[in-house]
């Protein structure tokens, strides 16, 4: 009986506290792409497919103003530019400088083969779409190329 009321109590006052910083991780509301999948937009043939949708109702902005960074839809032009300076979208940028993890880093890190550390790339806020446009038809290597 004794047992049962100290857990009781324990559920009312205390119990998530500990883990309050985990609820933001597990949140999947606001939940975008991962990293890695967003490395994969980052190519400049997916990242021009992205910005270059057709009209879609369903989502802000009738998918015209798209962030590929943080894989988020913008109303108008000007709430995307607006977002462009958020401390958000830098720090998306930021986390996304380093290459994505593999398979292939952790076998290293395991002592499979020599360790090389994870590239560094330089992420910088996607060109308005004229100038994505004129890069994307210069570029002849539009697999490999990263906007
Ligand atoms: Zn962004």
New binding site residues.
């Given amino acids: 009986m004794a047992k049962k009321k100290s857990c009781n109590r324990k559920s009312k006052s205390h119990s998530h506290k500990k883990i309050s910083h985990l609820h933001k991780i597990y949140k999947t509301k606001r939940k975008t792409k991962d990293h890695d999948q967003i490395h994969v937009d980052l190519k400049i043939k997916n990242a021009y497919e992205l910005l270059n949708q057709s009209v879609d109702n369903d989502v802000p902005g009738a998918a015209q103003n798209y962030?590929?960074?943080?894989?988020?839809y913008f109303v108008d032009e000007k709430a995307?530019k607006e977002?462009?300076r958020?401390k958000?979208?830098k720090r998306?940028?930021k986390a996304l400088e380093t290459e994505p993890y593999t398979q292939e880093e952790a076998k290293r890190a395991a002592g499979m083969g020599s360790y090389v550390a994870p590239k560094k790339f330089e992420i910088k806020?996607?060109p308005d779409r004229q100038t994505l446009t004129s890069i994307y038809q210069e570029t002849t290597d539009k697999d490999n190329m990263i906007i």
Avoid: G, I, N, S
């Fill in positions: 962030c590929v960074h943080c894989a988020r995307l977002h462009f958020t958000l979208h998306r940028m806020t996607q």
